[in-house]
């Protein structure tokens, strides 16, 4: 797998950070390439919107990450947004046929990290028959794995009392 930088996509909610990748010779980070390229498209255009609100909205301010709403494992990675009919705090949280999914990593099973990756359009029953996100979930799959291990062997660690992933040689970015 070629260098990519975990880079903080938004840190600005109560209850979650979230962060993203960028490939290191990319200008764009994987997460806005997703929001950018379906909110382009005028008949995606509310289900972005909708996924957008989702993410800082209702797991970025409400919520956080917790198992209701991460409820769609698919291998290394969970896919937004959540399946089925969930409420939390009397709050029903239903995309029955939700055209899109974004890809995301709840780093150690914690609520208030998460790795948002890039996404498509689910056009099919499984990942591997939708041929807009199949390569999509399996890089985001494989940033997943890569990004596990470097937490694993001390890469890189939490900031506990800060909601941060930093490097551990204390370098400012993060190259994986």
């Known amino acids: 797998m070629n260098i990519f930088t975990l880079e903080v996509w938004d840190d600005e909610g109560k209850k979650c950070t979230f962060y993203t990748v960028r ?6 980070n994987e997460t806005d390439k ?8 005028p008949e995606l255009k509310t289900a972005t919107q909708q ?9 970025g301010d ?11 494992p698919e291998n290394e990675v969970t ?16 995309y ?8 995301a990593l709840r780093v150690n099973n914690r609520n208030d990290l998460v790795i948002l990756f ?9 990942n591997q028959a939708s041929k807009d996100i199949h390569l999509k979930w399996v890089e985001a799959c494989q940033f997943a794995k890569r990004i596990e291990d470097a937490l694993s062997d001390g ?12 490097s551990a040689n204390g370098d400012k970015e993060i190259y994986l």
């Open 23 to 28: 490939w290191d010779d990319a200008s764009e």
């Open 34 to 41: 997703f929001f950018r390229k379906y909110n382009a498209i």
């Open 51 to 59: 996924m957008l609100s989702f993410v800082l909205d209702s797991l």
């Open 62 to 72: 409400d919520h956080g990450a917790i198992d209701a709403l991460f409820n769609r």
């Open 79 to 94: 896919g937004l947004p959540n399946t089925g009919k969930v409420t939390v705090k009397q709050v029903l949280f239903a």
């Open 96 to 103: 029955p046929n939700f055209p899109l999914r974004l890809y």
């Open 118 to 126: 890039n996404g498509g359009i689910k056009s099919a029953q499984t």
């Open 155 to 166: 890469e890189i660690v939490i900031d506990e009392g800060n909601r941060r992933i930093i």
